[in-house]
């Protein structure tokens, strides 16, 4: 055997599992309608917020928006910001009459082992617990995230009629500049293989996942797991967080909605290349030999494909097959954010911008200007 008739046997043999046994993670996971509670819980939404003040008027509005029956408040976070992001806040709430629903909280400067947003959040769970209120449930939300007037509802009566701990959506990302029809249904394909929405949902299953634009949380598992300070220093807190309530013995789900978008633009390659370098080494524990194993990984699973279709004989069959199978494993998500099926073919050319930014991760981490967000640097290489 050849070593590209190896390789491309190779790929061939990942992309027959990836379709049939990982979950059929490549399915887009939206979840079974739910009958509604016969009592609605109270939910207090804790919004962290730094300089977002582009993005977080239309977020509060949609917030005050929801029909919901049962107590709802919303808590804004304002970390730091500059831009006059607690006064377009409040703008916002003032237009809606929802001032009486909407409380800013400031954060404190932030203590050595958070994170910047699991220290928001956590500030603004803990100015709620200050004035004893027991609310049922936190709404952990982005200031980036347009809600539709029946999500809140949606989420709260799923986790009430399956006796979900957690409920998270993976909302609907920002897809119209060449850019993000390029790398955004690329990126949420590669999370759901990482972690099959199926997997997570399953009690019986060690795969915990969440998506942290949008999440649900019981108080009682919050206060269960220790609140925020048992994940303080995950970067990854989404998963860090769906991880942690699910081994203290509580449900999670997590699914793709259309009824949550993001509003945060991302014109340019260059802006999802830093999106993906933010976390992408944090995501392999920091560890150089996961990172070259991953960059082989990646490279014999999406790009050989491409490589060996010319390669005559036996391997360019089999490496056509590989990239077909690729390209029907992704044409669901294509379609799922409304592209014409030409963008599946294209997994390939997404992947290596991944590859890339996943190495460039490894190398801000080791310059120690590892997870930057925002002028914020939040991890760094030890010395």
């Given at each position: 055997m050849t070593p590209a008739l190896g390789v491309a046997a190779l790929s061939f043999?990942?992309?027959?599992?990836?379709?049939?046994?990982?979950?059929?993670?490549?399915?887009?996971?939206?979840?079974?309608?739910?009958?509604?509670?016969e009592r609605w819980p109270s939910v207090v939404a804790i919004v962290p917020a730094r300089n977002e003040a582009v993005v977080v008027g239309e977020a509060v509005a949609s917030l005050l928006a929801q029909r919901y029956d049962g107590d709802f408040r919303i808590v804004l976070v304002d970390d730091h910001s500059t831009d006059g992001t607690a006064e377009t806040a409040r703008a916002a709430a003032a237009g809606r009459g929802g001032e009486g629903r909407l409380a800013l909280e400031p954060a404190p400067p932030l203590p050595t082992g958070w994170t910047g947003k699991l220290w928001a959040l956590n500030t603004g769970a803990e100015a709620v617990e200050r004035c004893g209120d027991s609310p049922d449930f936190y709404l952990f939300t982005d200031a980036d995230i347009v809600h539709s007037p029946a999500n809140l509802a949606g989420l709260v009566a799923r986790a009430e009629a399956e006796r979900r701990d957690l409920v998270s959506e993976m909302?609907?990302?920002?897809?119209?500049?060449?850019?993000?029809?390029?790398?955004?249904?690329?990126?949420?394909?590669?999370?759901?293989?990482?972690?099959?929405?199926g997997w997570s949902n399953d009690p019986r299953r060690g795969t915990a996942a969440a998506a942290g634009g949008c999440v649900l949380l019981r108080r009682s598992a919050y206060r269960r797991i220790g609140g925020l300070a048992a994940i303080r220093g995950a970067l990854i807190d989404d998963c860090a967080l769906a991880k942690a309530v699910k081994s203290s013995g509580g449900a999670t789900w997590l699914g793709?909605?259309?009824?949550?978008?993001?509003?945060?633009?991302?014109?340019?390659?260059?802006?999802?290349?830093?999106?993906?370098?933010?976390?992408?080494?944090?995501q392999l524990g920091y560890s150089p030999?996961?990172?070259?194993?991953?960059?082989?990984?990646?490279?014999?699973?999406?790009?050989?494909?491409?490589?060996?279709?010319f390669a005559g004989g036996a391997a360019a069959w089999l490496a056509t097959a590989a990239w077909a199978a690729m390209t029907l494993a992704y044409l669901p998500m294509v379609r799922f954010y409304g592209l014409p099926p030409l963008y599946a073919p294209l997994l390939p050319a997404a992947a290596s911008v991944y590859l890339a930014a996943t190495v460039d991760s490894a190398r801000r981490y080791w310059r120690g200007a590892g997870g930057e967000w925002k002028g914020r640097v939040e991890w760094r290489r030890p010395s």
């Open positions: 043999a990942v992309w027959l599992y990836l379709l049939l046994g990982r979950g059929f993670f490549w399915r887009p996971y939206e979840g079974v309608a739910v009958p509604l509670p909302v609907l990302l920002r897809c119209r500049s060449p850019a993000e029809r390029f790398l955004i249904p690329a990126f949420v394909f590669f999370f759901a293989m990482l972690y099959p929405f793709l909605t259309r009824e949550a978008r993001s509003v945060r633009p991302y014109p340019a390659i260059a802006d999802v290349w830093r999106m993906v370098a933010r976390t992408a080494y944090a030999l996961l990172l070259a194993g991953t960059v082989l990984g990646l490279a014999v699973t999406y790009l050989a494909p491409v490589a060996l279709v």
